[in-house]
């Protein structure tokens, strides 16, 4: 855990082991209730801000990451600062293994996400959303 005091978890974190929680300089990172964080999950708001609902399941290897790089020219990329963003994750989502969230994405009510995928853009509630880019594939019934 990096930046614990800007870390919130709520009741009933079920964690399988090598979770890693990140929110520092200026971060902000929320976990809600009765969630579930299967084996070599990332979930790093860094300088941004990611808030988690009740509910949520999170499948090995999953990163999950509030913030950019900036990629200017003029300056090496290992210097660059972090330009930072935000990441919701309404209740009851299930991110499937091996799945990258990006910055300034919402994950509405009830997604599921295929495995594999890399999730760019917010989804609808109750959507199933899958590949490179993650796409809407299927809604759940």
């Known amino acids: 855990m990096y930046g614990a005091e800007n870390i919130v978890i709520g009741d009933d974190l079920h964690s399988h082991g090598h979770l890693y929680l990140c929110a520092h300089e200026g971060g902000f990172l929320q976990i809600g209730n009765d969630c579930s964080v299967n084996t070599?999950?990332?979930i790093d708001a860094a300088t941004g801000r990611i808030v988690i609902g009740?509910?949520?399941?999170?499948a090995p290897n999953v990163v999950i990451r509030a913030a950019n790089h900036s990629m200017r020219r003029e300056q090496p990329?290992?210097?660059q600062k972090s330009t930072p963003g935000h990441i919701v994750i309404e209740d009851d989502v299930w991110i499937g293994s091996n799945s990258v969230i990006t910055s300034d994405v919402t994950l509405a009510?009830?997604?599921v996400v295929?495995?594999?995928s890399?999730?760019?853009h917010s989804t609808e509630p109750y959507s199933i959303v899958a590949g490179v880019p993650a796409r809407k594939i299927g809604e759940r019934t």
């Open 40 to 42: 070599n999950v990332r």
């Open 54 to 58: 009740d509910g949520v399941m999170i």
């Open 77 to 79: 990329m290992r210097l």
């Open 109 to 111: 009510r009830g997604t």
């Open 114 to 116: 295929g495995a594999g």
């Open 118 to 120: 890399v999730v760019t």
